[in-house]
């Protein structure tokens, strides 16, 4: 990849690689195999937090887990919705609470999908041994812990499993 900065620092040269890397990996997910199974990337992200959270999947923790506001995270499920992918119906007591069950369309389209991610997944990694990819998994956690408390500094951590578990 041709270089469009030239920052010396190593910062920068991070900030930037970073950039270009999300975006890359996105568009590669997308267009390969994912969406060829009638899904977007973010669609099956969506799913694999329903699936994680189970029959009491809310629309406002998935936001939360995705970094998406709620509005964003609607609308995606409305489209879902219209795809035969979730059920979304609001709570019987909070009106402001909405509930999203995966349905057996969902469920399939998520196990086909899982199965391509890896996949995936295995051709974007494979330029690391296990060790790296060790080492960048622990490096990624981290990042992450620290980003969620500058981001949400307010708010007291809660305590949850890890994406490994």
Same mark, same amino acid.
């Given at each position: 990849?041709?270089?469009? /900065?030239?920052? #010396?620092?190593?910062?920068?040269?991070? &900030?930037?690689? &970073?950039?270009? $890397?999300?975006?890359?990996?996105?568009?590669? %997910?997308?267009?390969?195999?994912?969406?060829?199974?009638? @899904?977007?990337?973010? #669609? /099956?992200? *969506?799913?694999?937090?329903?699936?994680? @959270?189970?029959?009491?999947?809310? +629309? $406002?923790?998935? %936001?939360? =887990?995705?970094?998406?506001?709620?509005?964003? =995270?609607? $609308?995606?499920?409305?489209?879902?919705?219209?795809?035969? =992918?979730?059920?979304?119906?609001?709570?019987?007591?909070?009106?402001?609470? *909405? &509930?999203?069950?995966?349905?057996?369309?969902?469920?399939?389209?998520?196990? %086909? +999908?899982?199965?391509?991610?890896?996949? *995936? /997944?295995?051709?974007?990694?494979?330029?690391?041994?296990?060790?790296? !990819?060790?080492? /960048?998994?622990?490096? =990624?956690?981290?990042? !992450?812990?620290?980003?969620?408390? @500058? *981001?949400?500094?307010?708010?007291?951590?809660?305590?949850?499993?890890?994406?490994?578990?």
């Amino acid at each position: 990849m041709k270089e469009i /900065f030239d920052h #010396q620092d190593i910062q920068h040269r991070v &900030w930037i690689n &970073w950039y270009h $890397t999300d975006g890359l990996v996105t568009k590669y %997910a997308d267009n390969s195999l994912i969406k060829i199974r009638g @899904l977007s990337y973010q #669609q /099956f992200l *969506v799913l694999i937090v329903m699936n994680k @959270l189970g029959a009491n999947a809310n +629309a $406002t923790e998935i %936001a939360e =887990l995705l970094g998406k506001n709620t509005n964003t =995270l609607s $609308t995606m499920l409305d489209r879902m919705e219209k795809k035969g =992918l979730v059920k979304k119906t609001r709570d019987t007591q909070d009106r402001r609470l *909405v &509930w999203a069950v995966m349905t057996p369309k969902g469920q399939e389209k998520l196990t %086909a +999908a899982t199965k391509a991610s890896l996949l *995936v /997944f295995e051709q974007l990694a494979s330029c690391f041994s296990k060790e790296e !990819m060790n080492k /960048f998994d622990t490096l =990624l956690e981290k990042l !992450m812990k620290n980003t969620n408390k @500058l *981001v949400n500094p307010s708010k007291p951590t809660k305590k949850r499993k890890s994406y490994r578990d």
